[in-house]
């Protein structure tokens, strides 16, 4: 039986698991961590409309339900040539017939990023958003700052959509409880114009959103430095903040960048349309696969790193593993596939977001955007653990 090691259980890491072990090959998954974290409906945890663990799916269940073998563990070194990985237990994996690099993304490191929490952060920062909100509840007002950054060298890692969501239910939150007009709530961002690759449409409802809910625009200055109490831009402007939720761009990841593995400028894995990591020495192995976050995406200058686009990778490799097992030749590619595919929620409603090489478009979504969206996260989980039939493509 042939063996895969898949290295990330995130949603590109497990979805290549499930597929790779239904066409039975012998799959070991590492992951640092011993469960899944639902990333996109983890913005309902620091407003206290979702527990943790209603955001989690625990790995042993999923390794149990699928069969794969699992080692919960840190990758700690990756040398590609010899097919050779070192964990921060010390242990050593090495002669897997195909690799799949399914790690996700490092982030940018901003000065004084310690300052402020991230809701694509690490899943425990979602907690601590939520003790700090409820802190400054407690006290009764205050100036809240939303952004996030850009990554010059791989645009396609910048991540601002959560930073809108979870804005947008921190509003309706203090809304409720009749607080609102107590916190200055304030959107920031380096770019002129944030959320500029969902589309010309997308921009202009963002913006007549902010101004009918009442939340201050902050745009176009670099930014120099996170403290305890404010933001300060490059010109030493600066906008006071009692508390600073921002989102780092992804980086390459640290361990890929001290890899031998082929990187873009940005340190995200070179590959080809099939996921293939591309080698430019023809000596290194062709077994190595990359999906998701970890991976450089090619193609039009709106593209962005989601979700969906990492299942299609996933699904992808594991198809690509299988046809280069049977010598054949016919493979996938994921970029035919790329597109901005998002339920951006409010608390209250939703707008679905949609771009692809042709149109691009949001709809409004009131009450039901939010349902829907829930809807969604419950059949992710119980899709993954085989307690619901899948929808194709879902
Ligand atoms: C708050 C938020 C909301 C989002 N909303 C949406 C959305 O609405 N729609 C959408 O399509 N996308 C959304 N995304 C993006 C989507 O979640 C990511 O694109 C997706 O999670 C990428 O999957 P991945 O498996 O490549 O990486 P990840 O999900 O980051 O998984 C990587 C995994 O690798 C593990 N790992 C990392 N380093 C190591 C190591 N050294 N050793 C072992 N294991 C390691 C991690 O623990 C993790 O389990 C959102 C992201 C965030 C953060």
Redesign the pocket.
């Known amino acids: 039986m042939k063996s895969v090691l898949v290295?990330?259980?995130?949603?590109?890491?497990i979805e290549a698991a499930i597929y790779l072990k239904k066409a039975n090959y012998n799959v070991t998954l590492?992951?640092?961590?011993d469960y899944?974290?639902i990333?996109?409906t983890?913005?309902w945890i620091p407003t206290g409309n979702a527990k943790f663990s209603d955001i989690c799916i625990d790995l042993n269940e999923l390794k149990n339900v699928h069969n794969f073998n699992l080692i919960v563990d840190?990758?700690q070194t990756i040398d590609a040539k010899n097919n050779s990985y070192t964990l921060k237990s010390g242990k050593t994996l090495e002669g897997f017939s195909h690799v799949v690099l399914?790690?996700?993304?490092s982030k940018m490191k901003h000065k004084g990023i310690e300052n402020t929490l991230s809701?694509?952060g690490t899943p425990e920062q979602s907690l601590q958003i939520r003790d700090k909100l409820d802190e400054l509840i407690k006290k009764g007002s205050a100036k809240i700052c939303f952004g996030f950054g850009g990554n010059p060298k791989d645009t396609s890692a910048v991540?601002g959509?959560?930073g809108f969501e979870l804005l947008f239910n921190v509003h309706n939150m203090l809304k409720k409880k009749g607080i609102r007009n107590n916190f200055e709530l304030t959107f920031f961002a380096p770019m002129p114009e944030p959320g500029k690759r969902l589309g010309p449409k997308a921009l202009k409802m963002m913006d007549s959103f902010f101004k009918e809910l009442n939340i201050k625009q902050h745009y176009g200055k670099k930014i120099k430095e996170f403290k305890g109490d404010s933001i300060i831009f490059e010109d030493d402007s600066f906008l006071e903040s009692d508390f600073t939720m921002f989102i780092a761009a992804g980086d390459g990841?640290d361990?890929v960048k001290d890899s031998d593995l082929p990187t873009n400028e940005a340190g995200f894995i070179s590959i080809d349309d099939n996921c293939r990591v591309i080698f430019e020495d023809s000596n290194m192995p062709k077994n190595i696969y990359a999906?998701?976050?970890?991976a450089a995406l090619q193609g039009a200058d709106w593209r962005a790193?989601?979700?969906?686009i990492?299942e299609v990778m996933a699904r992808n490799a594991a198809f690509n593993i299988i046809q280069t097992d049977k010598g054949l030749s016919d493979f996938k590619g994921y970029q035919e596939h790329l597109n901005i595919?998002?339920?951006m929620d409010s608390g209250n409603g939703a707008s679905f977001i949609y771009r692809d090489s042709t149109k691009a478009m949001m709809i409004p979504l009131p009450i039901v955007g939010h349902w829907l969206k829930r809807a969604w996260g419950k059949y992710y989980k119980l899709s993954k653990l085989n307690k619901t039939p899948r929808i194709p493509g879902m």
């Not at 999906?291 to 970890?294: A, F, T, Y």
């Open positions: 290295l990330g259980g995130g949603f590109a890491g590492v992951s640092d961590r899944l974290f990333y996109p983890s913005i840190g990758v399914a790690m996700g993304a809701i694509c991540r959509g959560p990841h361990v999906i998701g976050d970890i790193k989601q979700g969906h990492a595919l998002c339920v």
